[in-house]
């Protein structure tokens, strides 16, 4: 059978790959393999409530205690499953996915996510004991955990010693998890903020707004002359930025920025920052002339937290604005994000587009080819082939990487090069021959 975890969790299309007998068996194994002080948190998918439920059903039916946080942020609940004591914490979210998707991820004790080696274990429960009739199970609910996450978050700039007087923000909350706690942070700390999509309506979560799609809160900063621009997925473990003038800032540029500030504070241990192979070649040369080292691990927060661990880095994330501050919380996490980059702009006293001359993007295309099953990509020689072609005329001066996506049935090809043209050029090249191999 094919591997139920994905990067981030288990995910797929609500009441068909992810379905209730799905969830209730989750629920069981992880009380039997984590424990039984269980907090749940979701976003605002409309599948969310039958989901928790489910797994209220199935930690209950192995003498679990689960307690229901409601709609919050996923780092939020790593924060309170840390903080409170508890042995696991499962957030119900398909992150940036259309509201159709649905998953159930995992933290342990300490707010980590789960190992694989762990995941393999609960997948040989899960097949065993899925379809098994449970008995309707009770949860308690939890209080004020945005509002505990909320002031964990608002430290960052306490600490430093600055807020936001002055500041002038537009936020596209997605219709998601952020919804209550990042306009109500950053106008607390003094910010004058403007909000779009800061209804928690889960049929519309992700649907053209928030970080995957940028151009509605560009809009708004642009008409309200804000300052800077803010936009987080659905469970709001991710975030990315405009400039006052419309340029994104990616999560290249947070790391980037953030690694040179905190190693100028003192504060970038062992002068490292983890990234993944995603990462843009202009952020290597960036750190490079800064001084700082760069361990570089495969997609996927989970891996960039490991080899955080792993090898004593206090930051680390990817491209697509999942950034890990390891001394604010275990996982991914937009508020925390957004207040670190905010915090070097109150402090510097400089604009986000002057930050972000720390360094220069190449040019890169982007390609997600919709496959009929990703496993099919590895060992294919026509594709391989294309690859080695591409590779060659990049040479030194360029990076082609295609991957299969851990989330959803497709292979990303992704080519930098100096000039956007052969970017396009190659990357279209090489997902020509992928649709004709493998396309769905």
Known sequence: MARLFGTDGVRGVAGEELDRDLAVALGRV????????IFIGRDSRESGPMLEQALVDGICAEGGQPAVVGIVPTPAVALITREMGADCGIVISASHNPPEYNGIKFFDGQGYKLPDALEDEM???????????????????????????????????????????GMKIAVDCA???SCETTPATLRALGAEVFVINADPDGSEINVGCGSTHLEPVKFLMESRGADIAIAHDGDADRMLALASDGTVIDGDFLLAICAKDLKERGLLDNNLVVSTVMANLGFQLAM????????TTKVGDRYVLEAMREHGAVLGGEQSGHIIFGKRNTTGDGLVSALELLGVIAASGKTA???????EKFPQALVNVRVTDRALYEGNEAIAAAEAAAEEELGEEGRLLVRASGTEPLIRVMVEAHTQEQADAIANRVADVVIEQIGA
């Open 30 to 37: 992880a009380v039997r393999k984590i424990g039984k002080r």
């Open 123 to 165: 997948q040989e429960l899960v097949e065993e004991l899925r379809g098994e009739q449970v008995e309707t199970g009770q949860s308690r609910p939890v209080p004020n955990a945005a509002l505990y996450y909320a002031n964990h978050a608002a430290a960052v700039l306490q600490e430093r010693g600055v807020d936001l007087s």
């Open 175 to 177: 219709h998601g998890a």
């Open 288 to 295: 490079k002339r800064e001084g700082i080292d760069v361990i």
């Open 353 to 359: 587009k002057e930050l972000m001359e720390v360094m």
